[in-house]
């Protein structure tokens, strides 16, 4: 089970996550996305790796929580695409961004850049930390942001 709080921010807040991380070292990712009856299945390319991951539909909760199954794989990302096609999945959305990690008390913070020029902070790990982390980043008082990116970049709202 997957839980975290997804956040926009602005420049304001990515300064004040810069002082408290320090310097953020950024990676491309390329995601591609096929959406599912119950959740949806995402191929990364990051830093030469191929991640599969599935993602469930989100439970209700103050908090991002929902399913997650992730895995490494040994092949390009163009080899998924043709076995998930084969499979019968179709329709994908594909975007890239920029991500920078870095981990505070027991969570794994991640800062994305969106190629739509939007910001997010996500905070992942248990409820307490993650709690705890955004009142240290500032972030205690900010909405929680419900949708995926790929519904934001869809401009869904939030179902």
């Known amino acids: 089970m997957e839980t975290e709080a997804?956040?926009?921010i602005g420049d304001k807040e990515l300064n004040r996550i810069i002082t408290v991380a320090g310097n953020l070292n950024f990676s491309k990712q390329e995601?591609?996305?096929y959406?599912?009856?119950n959740g949806f299945v995402r191929i990364r390319d990051e830093n030469n790796k191929t991640i599969i991951t599935f993602k469930g539909k989100r439970k209700k909760s103050k908090l991002n929580l929902r399913e997650e199954t992730e895995f490494l794989v040994d092949t390009?990302?163009?080899n998924v695409k043709k076995l998930f096609?084969?499979?019968g999945l179709k329709d994908s959305f594909e975007y890239g961004k920029l991500r920078a990690n870095f981990e505070l008390n027991d969570c794994v913070v991640?800062?994305?850049l969106?190629?739509?020029n939007e910001k997010y902070v996500e905070v992942e790990g248990n409820r307490k930390n993650i709690l705890k982390n955004l009142e240290i980043l500032g972030l205690k008082n900010k909405e929680i942001e419900k949708r995926s990116y790929l519904e934001i970049l869809k401009n869904e709202k939030t179902k």
Request: no cysteine; charged share 30%.
């Open 6 to 8: 997804k956040i926009r």
């Open 31 to 33: 995601n591609i996305i």
């Open 76 to 78: 390009e990302k163009n």
């Open 85 to 87: 096609s084969f499979l």
């Open 110 to 112: 991640s800062v994305d």
């Open 114 to 116: 969106l190629p739509n």
């Open 35 to 37: 959406e599912l009856s």
